[in-house]
């Protein structure tokens, strides 16, 4: 339901495209869910063996990445899926999970996608744990590089930028949930610069409670301003990473992200005819600063019409909406809690966290 609910936000507000890592478990029916939804994704079955959540959570190193390496071959389409592997944090794994995951990403040539210095704290505790930062423990396993995708860096120093430079690693901005979360602001514009090559990324609902690229791109533009002058960021910069540049830190840039002859025509068409959407002298500005998921009115995924005048043309959004509804009032009465407030407002015990 959760799966089915997100594709149909990210189609009908323009995305095409995600890479997404789900839980520890039911990655199968996450991808089950999107492909029928039509959504293109690069999917990963979180692994983490030490951390501060449920033991539930926590699995064998060799049998967990054994089950992410089976999922790629079961389930890679070569089109609309594809698989990478995906520790959660390097604070949430142990040395032998990491070392399994470097020896099947060296083995099969899949990506890496992970959560690095979103935090001080994530420093602290990687340090703690493997005497080094996130960006110097994935150098000393030998993984930066192009097929490594870092969310959020956050809290990175000069000289670990210069080293993802260096090593093209790939970073994955977040700046919506990294503002809502207080992580800080990731000193993008120093990135690229260094020549980083970054992409944007929501971070999911539960960081984040939208799916929507425009309100990233918008965001990325602008909270650099106030550090950075006006000038930083520009529009078409912050187009392009949420385009050509989300589809290179896939790997992906030979078949999606820019129009060309002899790719896959993932498009989506725009309406400009609101008043914020005029004069539009500048399209690229017209997208970042003006333009939200309301404007989006036909998607188009590998060819095929998924959204046609503004209307999920793969499944029923009432019937999406109405299922996930029902999925979460029984995880809500499992829980012992109440997701529906009064008109006074939750009580305190069943508030969610932020």
């Known amino acids: 339901a959760s799966a089915r609910l997100a594709a149909a936000e990210l189609l009908l507000g323009g995305t095409t495209c995600v890479q997404d890592f789900g839980t520890v478990r039911h990655a199968a029916a996450l991808v089950a869910a999107t492909r029928t939804i039509g959504l293109r994704a690069v999917f990963g079955k979180a692994l983490m063996d030490r951390h501060d959540g449920p033991d539930a959570l926590s699995e064998d190193p060799g049998e967990a990445v054994a089950e992410a390496l089976a999922l790629d071959r079961e389930m890679t389409d070569g089109d609309l899926v594809r698989f990478a592997l ?51 423990l994935f150098d000393r396993l030998g993984l930066l590089g192009p097929t490594l995708r870092l969310a959020h860096c956050v809290h990175v120093t000069p000289a670990e930028i210069a080293r993802l430079a260096e090593s093209d690693t790939r970073v994955l901005h977040c700046p919506s949930a990294n503002l809502k979360l207080g992580s800080g602001i990731a000193p993008i514009p120093a990135m690229i610069a260094a020549g980083v090559p970054v992409s944007l990324g929501a971070d999911g609902p539960p960081c984040n409670n939208n799916l929507c690229a425009f309100t990233e791109m918008r965001m990325a533009a602008l909270i650099q301003k106030p550090l950075n002058g006006p000038a930083a960021m520009p529009a078409l910069s912050v187009l392009q990473m949420a385009t050509i540049d989300g589809a290179r830190a896939l790997g992906l840039a030979d078949e999606i992200g820019s129009l060309a002859v002899g790719k896959r025509a993932d498009l989506i068409v725009l309406d400009r005819g609101g008043p914020h ?45 109405s299922g996930a509804r029902e999925a979460a009032d029984l995880l809500a009465a499992r829980a012992g809690v109440t997701i529906a407030p009064s008109p006074a407002g939750p009580p305190a015990s069943s508030r969610p966290r932020p």
């Open 277 to 321: 959407c005029v004069p539009g002298d500048d399209p690229a500005a017209t997208i970042v600063y003006s333009m939200g998921r309301g404007d989006v009115r036909h998607v188009l995924v590998g060819g095929r019409l998924v959204v046609r005048d503004r209307t999920l043309q793969t499944g029923s959004v009432p019937a999406i909406v």
């Open 86 to 136: 995906a520790p959660r944090f390097a604070a949430s794994s142990s040395d032998r999970l990491l070392e399994a995951i470097a020896r099947a990403a060296r083995e099969t040539g899949l990506g890496i996608h992970t959560h690095a210095s979103e935090t001080a704290d994530e420093n602290a505790a990687t340090v703690a744990r493997f005497g080094a930062r996130p960006i110097g």
